[in-house]
T-cell receptor, first 118, second 114 residues
Framework: GAVVSQHPSRVICKSGTSVKIECRSLDFQATTMFWYRQFPKKSLMLMATSNEGSKATYEQGVEKDKFLINHASLTLSTLTVTSAHPEDSSFYIC??????????????FGPGTRLTVL | AQKITQTQPGMFVQEKEAVTLDCTYDTSDPSYGLFWYKQPSSGEMIFLIYQGSYDQQNATEGRYSLNFQKARKSANLVISASQLGDSAMYFCAMGTGTASKLTFGTGTRLQVTL
């Protein structure tokens, strides 16, 4: 159980286009999902917390108009990178909160999406 | 504010030997959870082990054990009988309070050699 999927796993796009990344909890409901960004050989940087049915909470320094987050259902959150530029190239990872796991603040992670903007 | 510190950017260990990856943390919250994740080159975050702040005993999961020293605020990961497949990045993380966020350390890259 507790599987989180991400789609696509890899995307290459031209500068100026928008890219949507989907994050799904496959076998449980996730009221809260998280979006992270990871640069090569660096740690995970939390971008935003996505709550079902409400606006996402963005971390300081993350442009909310650039990274649009929608959490329309208990099993799906999407991250849209608008007007992508080469500096947006990165590894994006989502996770879903698991409140009933018994582990404090446990999150289940998706496999990640590698975005390359040409 | 919560903070996780991993002071070892890289570690080498010979196959079949044990290795300890260091992690110290800082929080004023009495309730917290400590996690270790493995991230191979494929990028997925693999959960390894968890320690709750009120747990009396050190956590163990197969070849992984967590050396939890609450007074020192340290939660070191011990991998016994290292295998070549253990080569990866390892992240220590902490969850506290009701914000449900995880704070990650900078990671340690472990290389297992023959």
């Amino acid at each position: 159980g507790a599987v989180v999927s991400q789609h696509p796993s890899r995307v290459i796009c031209k500068s100026g286009t928008s890219v949507k990344i989907e994050c799904r909890s496959l076998d449980f409901q996730a009221t809260t999902m998280f979006w992270y960004r990871q640069f090569p050989k660096k740690s995970l940087m939390l971008m935003a917390t996505s709550n079902e049915g409400s606006k996402a909470t963005y971390e300081q320094g993350v442009e909310k108009d650039k990274f649009l987050i929608n959490h329309a259902s208990l099993t799906l959150s999407t991250l849209t990178v608008t007007s992508a530029h080469p500096e947006d190239s990165s590894f994006y990872i989502c996770s879903a909160g698991a409140w009933a796991s018994g582990r404090y603040n446990e999150q289940f992670f998706g496999p990640g999406t590698r975005l390359t903007v040409l | 504010a919560q903070k996780i510190t991993q002071t070892q950017p890289g570690m080498f260990v010979q196959e079949k030997e044990a290795v300890t990856l260091d992690c110290t943390y800082d929080t004023s919250d009495p309730s917290y959870g400590l996690f270790w994740y493995k991230q191979p080159s494929s990028g997925e975050m693999i959960f390894l082990i968890y320690q709750g702040s009120y747990d009396q005993q050190n956590a163990t999961e197969g070849r992984y054990s967590l050396n939890f020293q609450k007074a020192r605020k340290s939660a070191n990961l011990v991998i016994s009988a290292s295998q070549l497949g253990d080569s990866a990045m390892y992240f220590c993380a902490m969850g506290t309070g009701t914000a449900s966020k995880l704070t990650f350390g900078t990671g340690t890259r472990l290389q297992v050699t023959l």
